[in-house]
């Protein structure tokens, strides 16, 4: 069975930073794609980035661009999210997903992928 377990969520002051880790099991890491979601509440989910674990390609929102950054270590089946620049409308929780392929141009629709964690909450003070 396909396994994701996120961790490194927790409370930071706005401009700080967070590391999320997605480990992932039950499956061929390299087959696949990744992706960073986040859910606020009462508001959709939305997706933050995606990376394909084979050809290393990444993704992200707008709102997020220069400021979170996604790699994978495929030796240890496990993907990061370094969030830099925190912001208070970073405040959610974070999902990561898997599905077999690679990131395309649709990335961000949560439908797409198959698997998922059960979330880690982050939330910014300001």
């Known amino acids: 069975d396909v396994q994701l377990v996120e961790s490194g969520g927790g409370l930071v002051q706005a401009g700080g930073s967070l590391r999320l880790s997605c480990a992932a099991s039950?499956?061929?890491?390299?087959?696949?794609?990744i992706g960073w979601f986040r859910q606020a509440p009462g508001k959709e989910r939305e997706g933050v980035s995606c990376?394909?674990?084979?050809?290393?390609?990444?993704y992200y929102a707008d709102s997020v661009k220069g400021r979170f950054t996604i790699s994978s270590d495929n030796a240890k089946n496990t993907v990061y999210l370094q969030m830099n620049s925190l912001k208070p409308e970073d405040t959610a929780v974070y999902y990561c997903?898997?599905?077999?392929?690679?990131?395309?141009?649709?990335?961000?629709?949560?439908?797409?992928?198959?698997?998922w964690g059960q979330g880690t909450q982050v939330t910014v003070s300001s």
């Open positions: 997903a898997a599905d077999p392929g690679f990131c395309g141009t649709f990335w961000y629709i949560p439908i797409g992928f198959d698997s």
């Open positions: 039950g499956f061929t890491f390299d087959d696949y794609r």
């Open positions: 990376i394909s674990s084979s050809a290393g390609t990444t």
